[in-house]
T-cell receptor
Framework: QKEVEQNSGPLSVPEGAIASLNCTYSDRVSQSFFWYRQYSGKSPELIMSIYSNGDKEDGRFTAQLNKASQYVSLLIRDSQPSDSATYLC????????????FGTGTRLKVLA | DAEITQSPRHKITETGRQVTLACHQT?????MFWYRQDLGHGLRLIHY???????NKGEVSDGYSVSRSNTEDLPLTLESAASSQTSVYFC???????????FGPGTRLLVL
């Protein structure tokens, strides 16, 4: 089992719709959770970080964390074509040595 | 403005040659990381450092080495380049181990 799993997509949504991106992780002692956006040919950039169970909102983005289910998600409201990118989930675990593990990413396509 | 830079941005080399990729950050971050990114594998950690003179192996460290002689720089050396090391390499840094990582622009390496 991969430590951080994401559906590779592509996930296609129409412009203006809500895009829902999901991520599961295997290490129960994980403490920090991050969503990065990566445009083709560019480096990853942080969108959201979340540390506690529940929802965290920032503009059109909402991160949701459920530690009991080992699940973190990212909702993008009013999706725009400029949101088309690969979204990487990252989990910071403290089991053994500190590890910052990335999922393979979900490719999102927002159709105009 | 503080930033993280990588050089060269593109590199073509031959099998068996030694190659060094530079990473320089001006945030004064203690933590620095090297990743490689390949289709289907996402970001994989090569080496990381939590401070000057500290270096640690990541999940794909074979054939790579790093040294940390100051806070700002973490060069990555491929001792004897192999075609399997053709990839995009990203350097990242963070202020705290569990916090956001900031990525450099990446280096595209082709080993012929």
């Amino acid at each position: 089992q991969k430590e951080v799993e994401q559906n590779s997509g592509p996930l296609s949504v129409p412009e203006g719709a809500i895009a829902s991106l999901n991520c599961t992780y295997s290490d129960r002692v994980s403490q920090s959770f991050f969503w990065y956006r990566q445009y083709s040919g560019k480096s990853p950039e942080l969108i959201m970080s979340i540390y506690s169970n529940g929802d965290k909102e920032d503009g059109r983005f909402t991160a949701q964390l459920n530690k009991a289910s080992q699940y973190v998600s990212l909702l993008i409201r009013d999706s725009q074509p400029s949101d088309s990118a690969t979204y990487l989930c990252a989990v910071n675990s403290i089991s053994g040595t500190y590890k910052y593990i990335f999922g393979t990413g979900t490719r999102l396509k927002v159709l105009a | 403005d503080a930033e993280i830079t990588q050089s060269p941005r593109h590199k073509i080399t031959e099998t068996g040659r030694q190659v060094t990729l530079a990473c320089h950050q001006t945030w004064n971050h203690n933590n620095m990381f090297w990743y490689r990114q390949d289709l289907g594998h996402g970001l994989r950690l090569i080496h990381y450092s939590y401070g000057v003179q500290d270096t640690n192996k990541g999940e794909v460290s074979d054939g790579y080495s790093v040294s940390r002689s100051n806070t700002e720089d973490l060069p990555l050396t491929l001792e004897s380049a192999a075609s399997s090391q053709t990839s995009v390499y990203f350097c990242a840094s963070s202020a705290q181990r569990q916090e956001t990582q900031y990525f450099g622009p990446g280096t595209r390496l082709l080993v012929l």
